[in-house]
């Protein structure tokens, strides 16, 4: 594998710093929020708890890619608008996908991290754009991505300039029925020995189960991730996407005190990697 | 499944027009050409080696998604312009792969089909581009789709008004090693049950093998796909990309010829889904 | 790949021999019936129906296989006399599956095959036990099997030596949910290549869905497998198991119709394997 | 899904005893060996390291189902004598696989849990056999079985009497090749859910890379699985069968510190599920 900027012993950096936070400094970061911005109530609510919470940042998508057409598309610029708002209102950092690379420039402005979803892991054209700017990127393992392409898929954009990228370990696709995804929790420590890239987890998107977000946010604790990226939601019942995998405000609250419960007996394990 | 405009029974068409030739009426149709241009003395010797054999389009990459940042990219704008030169020197339509929407336009006027590639299968931003031309759009199935999402992502298109659309089974991935990836077959009749579009098969990328390009090819005719995309190439162990399953000239002929002997048998397969 | 007793290269031989049939001596052979045998009068009337198409052998479960233990589990002793009853009655040879190395000798005496099914394809005590009889032995690839798996499978029994062995491709597990399995054809020539084994298709288990039998059936004689088998049943809705993928008694008359029509374009590729 | 005697609020029980200890009664069991028996001298300083180090059983396999009839088969019978003196000398109480089910009564003798392997998960006659011993048995999961499937290939034991069934999540076949198989850890909560048996992990074979398996043995933790079994050697390089994976007694006397740490954290996950 042809890793020139983003391995392990390639300018070792501590993390990667967004707005006032660093995410890979041997903490563990909680990214939570939305799966998409429905209205300012819910959006600025969710942001402010999350905040209390602890978690780091806000995630919340404007921009959906939906398996169908039919499907809620997002709020697109307006979402923006409202993520922004509660980003201010919450004094909380925000991350948001970006699908288009038209579109890179105008998103550049609402958040401070871009999220390159699964479906586009290996869109190069987007790669390159967002690795041509110099905010952080959250990128995300494709569906059907091997490690080495996932790895690949990051160097494209570090080749262009910008390292400031996240790795996400989201779940393959597999035969197995009851999970959305098979969440690939060794993808984690085979990522942290290769790359100098901080790793988090989407326990979220990489079971689809809610109760299981909770078990498998402690698994990537214990195998070395960076942080979770967790869906919240205020009333995940009337989720307009994703309500079998968001928490409620109860469930997140208790995931937080888990956490926080064993988060310190673990952290030797992310700093031994930096 | 919610599908409004490319559903089997919604204006049933009599295939896709490219210039001259359709594709999807009743004929089992022949795309080939190498997986890249590389120079201007290969494609045209291919383009008319392919087009002499009754080959009806020419396939060539002029822009290549490769895992790796560091792999031949392809040789862009003048991979094109070769491309169209060798297109009118042997007289044959080109179909070359897309991969930016910024792209659009431009290759529009070098192209006769557009091709959408696997990585992109769920490009969203891209379909929708591509969807608002009056071209003809190869469509290729994601690694990681379903055959739902497959069609999903062509219902993408069409709702954007560009219901031209062929699709392209060209294998998934599993644990079998032996091949790039797992050909499936059984897609074939099932997307042409569910959808009025023609159905291709690439038995080059789909096995990643070159003695398996025959036997599949033959596979695909017989389970009533509307034709084939085979990748040729003068020199296959010195093709700059997929060297392993590219079908030399004599490959390519005896292919042809295999065909020819039987396709009259299977032509009626594919009348009845038309 | 340590491959001493049935390498493409060592005793070649042509085709094995069931009673006055031969598999795999370049003709392509069908192998049908029911999923279980039932009772007298469904499989007398499946083998006399079978057998009157031009099928040279009788399939019939009398112990079955399933993931419950609550699900219909076969006829077992009763299932084998009624089924050698068929054969005798109907003047066709039978297949059934062992499933248990003690049962071995006492089934031997009522089949003329011995079938190993998906779930005991590395059940390497039963394989030995039948590889050290003398009777045909028609091995089904396992679910998560690799070819290379496979091939070690049947070495196994060789090893002891019986290389009487028919291998019958019948799908993989993979992400693709709108088919039981997913059916690997380039496992055909890909072992014909390496063994000197016959190879036959299963498109019966192999899709899960009975409009796909002939489309897969005919691709299976395309790509140069030496026959296939199919589920037959004289009701295929009221059928104990597999009823979604069973053809009815017309069903098969059709598919075998449509096999005779295309057969002889195809023998010279089984023929040019041996 | 048919779940009479396992279901998790059937006879809920408080794990399983073995001997002296009891496995899923709330706290983190080790069991720790060789792959292979290989020769006494190995197997006694296994016992004894890793009873040292608070193992509550010994693993090491006696009849190994190996891939190819010509790799190391275990020293069989031989390798049950050595294997029942090494649990005598360090006290220690042994599970070794059965393969079998003529075996099942010659083997009881020798070991204090039945291990039914990967590829004889749906071995049914087997299941059966061991079903109707009152010896505790490890049902590992199949590479290719859904969870329900796994479910209930325990039911199949237990509805023949014996419900003494620890389930062992060993990863699932995908096609991700920087790991042996994917681990699926949220099986472990999915599983305990819905039946009331003790679930453990195996992060040797469900990784089968030797770094891996102490950050997955603490996912495994913190997961709520009731203990791992993890592959011990003394000397890892020259061991006959999975070398790369095995860990040398310095690695196992770390991978225990380790989790004796921060066990005590998660406890109360496990206690939950009882």
Chains 1, 2, 3, 4 share one sequence.
């Not at 993520?83 to 991350?95: F, G, H, M, Q």
């Amino acid at each position: 594998m042809d890793i020139r900027y983003i391995a392990k012993d390639v300018d070792k950096n501590k993390g990667v710093k967004i707005k006032d936070i660093i995410i890979g400094n041997g903490d563990f970061t909680i990214i939570a929020g939305p799966c998409s911005v429905e209205n300012s109530e819910m959006i600025i609510s969710t942001a402010q708890h999350v905040k209390s919470m602890g978690a780091a940042m806000l995630r919340g998508g404007a921009f959906k890619p939906r398996t169908s057409p039919y499907s809620f598309q997002g709020l697109k610029e307006e979402g923006l608008d409202l993520l922004k708002s509660a980003s201010e209102k919450a004094n909380i950092p925000v991350v948001s996908e970006v699908m288009d690379p038209r579109d890179v420039e105008r998103i550049y402005n609402y958040v401070d991290m871009f999220q390159i979803g699964s479906r586009n892991m290996q869109n190069f054209s987007l790669l390159k754009e967002v690795g041509r700017t110099d905010k952080p990127i959250l990128l995300k393992r494709g569906m059907a991505a091997t490690i080495e392409d996932f790895i690949m898929a990051a160097e494209y954009m570090a080749a262009e300039g910008n390292d400031k990228i996240i790795l996400c370990e989201r779940g393959i696709r597999t035969f197995e029925n009851m999970t959305r995804n098979t969440l690939d929790l060794a993808a984690v420590p085979i990522l942290k020995k290769l790359c100098k890239l901080p790793v988090i987890v989407d326990p979220s998107h990489g079971t689809g189960v809610r109760d299981l977000v909770l078990p498998m946010s402690l698994a990537a604790l214990a195998v070395g991730a960076d942080g979770i990226m967790v869906e919240v939601h205020p009333d995940p019942a009337c989720a307009l996407s994703d309500a079998d995998q968001s928490l409620s405000f109860d469930d997140f609250e208790a995931l937080i005190k888990r956490i926080n419960q064993v988060k310190e007996h673990f952290l030797d394990i992310r700093e031994g990697c930096l």
